[in-house]
């Protein structure tokens, strides 16, 4: 297994990457979890319990995660909660239509377990999340539902930092952090509001494809006038 991590913001914000090395896999397969004021977003995949708990006994218990908020509810990004929740007694708050579903935990295919791990993912007990928004000691963040990638995929949006956190919202690039002063600009947002605007090309996509835009849109927009609209 291989691990990262990588600071952005003046070190405000942590990245934790991490990949299995299966020599059956042709390539790394990333994913990305976030620490930004003792708040974790997102936890990895199941196969990086071990790394998981190595990394958390690495922090100086003023950084330990205090809440995770999980983006949605796919294997890479849920996979260490029930590390977090029964061993660190850590809150995690998932999407509430997938609440049950995370504490049934479930398998998945073969192929998907050389690349996530052999487990699958382990039940545990989240929370729904506390409301339309998250609050951390320096940061409050906007819980914004973004579907298109998943139907339960949700944002958190720091709108004084302009830090928008997406998971796996802009596929296939699998950008998930985009905001002033970060690796990633906020600029594949607002191309992506150009395709938006522009019929021909939107009739031919897919109504994933248009949700995933909407999102996008929904993002720039929340960014720019703090306004929020319901999806339909
Ligand atoms: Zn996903």
Known sequence: MVHEIATYADGKILEWKWSSNSPLM??????????????????????SVEEMNAFLTSLPPDQVPTQCFLTHAHEDHVGTGSLLVDKW????YAPPESIERLLQGW??????????GET????????????????TEHYSFHI?????HAPDLYGLIEQDQGWAFVGDLL????????????????????????????????????PRESRRFRSSWHISRFIKTGKSFAFG
């Open 89 to 92: 007694h850590i809150p995690v």
């Open 144 to 148: 914004l539902p973004l579907p298109g």
């Open 107 to 116: 398998s998945y295919r073969a192929y998907r377990k050389i690349t996530w």
């Open 26 to 47: 042709p390539k790394l397969f990333w994913t990305s979890c976030y620490l930004v004021d003792q708040l974790l977003i997102d936890c990895g995949a199941p196969g």
């Open 171 to 206: 596929q296939p690039q699998y950008q998930q952090l985009f905001g002033r002063g970060l690796y990633n600009p906020i600029d594949p947002v607002s191309e992506d509001i150009q395709i938006l605007r522009n019929p021909w090309r939107n009739c031919m996509n897919s």
């Open 120 to 135: 699958g993912v382990i039940g545990f007990s989240a929370n729904p999340y506390p409301g339309d928004t998250l609050s």
